[in-house]
């Protein structure tokens, strides 16, 4: 069974500290990584798309990684608008469903 | 260009009542889904369709029905709503073919609760 686990739960950052989230991933076949921002009351937004170990992209304060076993966030100099709960999922290659496997989320708060 | 739409944002129903969750999408997507999301719990498939006419179930489809008669649309239907169905439910849809480069849409979501 595929399983997403995200850590941490929470981080309470300062404005300007860089720090890094994690998702780790144990699947039969990554199809693609996917990160995406969830602030309250709406529906997740597509951050990134990786596919394969090594891969790195960049948005903003945002940069995403994946390993074989792993994918990091890492935000740069956040800033308070950068509070939110971030989500990584998979998809794979087992079925033909396009489903994608969620962990539980990050809740990020940037503080002033 | 509006993305996807989901209509009601928030809905209350008595146990047993049935309602329709709408979405709508505006882009071509081929692929469209519906999640649900619960506290302490990741977001979780319950049905998808990769084309007008094709549907088939996710994770957790028990007590929902679908349908998809054009490519814009995909309701989502409680038969007899429980309140193990009190949940946020969004609708997501992707291009087909792309490798999710573009990631999935997701709506605004229709918060439910069921009494």
């Known amino acids: 069974e595929d399983q997403v686990t995200q850590s941490p739960e929470a981080l309470r950052l300062q404005e300007g500290e860089s720090s890094s989230l994690n998702c780790s991933y144990t699947?039969?076949?990554?199809?693609?990584l996917f990160w995406y921002r969830q602030d309250p009351g709406k529906g997740p937004e597509f951050l990134f798309t990786?596919?394969?170990a090594g891969e790195e992209k960049e948005k903003e304060r945002l940069k995403a990684t994946l390993t074989k076993k792993e994918s990091f966030l890492h935000i740069t100099a956040p800033k308070p608008e950068d509070s939110a709960t971030y989500l990584c999922?998979?998809?794979?290659?087992?079925?033909?469903?396009?489903?994608?496997?969620f962990g539980k989320g990050t809740l990020l708060t940037v503080n002033p | 260009n509006a993305g996807v739409t989901q209509t009601p944002k928030f809905q209350v129903l008595k146990t047993g009542q049935s309602m329709t969750l709408q979405c709508a999408q505006d882009?071509?997507?081929?692929?469209m889904s519906w999640y649900r999301q619960d506290p302490g719990m990741g977001l979780r498939l319950i049905h998808y369709?990769?084309?007008?006419?094709?549907?088939d179930q996710g994770e957790v489809p028990n007590g929902y029905n679908v349908s998809r008669s054009t490519t814009e649309d995909f309701p989502l239907r409680l038969l007899s709503a429980a309140p193990s169905q009190t949940s946020v439910y969004f609708c997501?849809?992707?291009?087909?073919?792309?490798?999710?480069?573009?990631?999935?849409?997701f709506g605004s979501g229709t918060r439910l609760t069921v009494v």
């Open positions: 997501a849809s992707r291009l087909l073919g792309q490798g999710g480069r573009y990631g999935y849409t």
């Open positions: 699947v039969s076949g990554l199809r693609g």
């Open positions: 990786l596919y394969s």
């Open positions: 999922a998979v998809q794979t290659s087992g079925g033909s469903n396009y489903k994608l496997t």
């Open positions: 882009m071509n997507h081929e692929y």
């Open positions: 369709s990769v084309g007008a006419g094709i549907t």
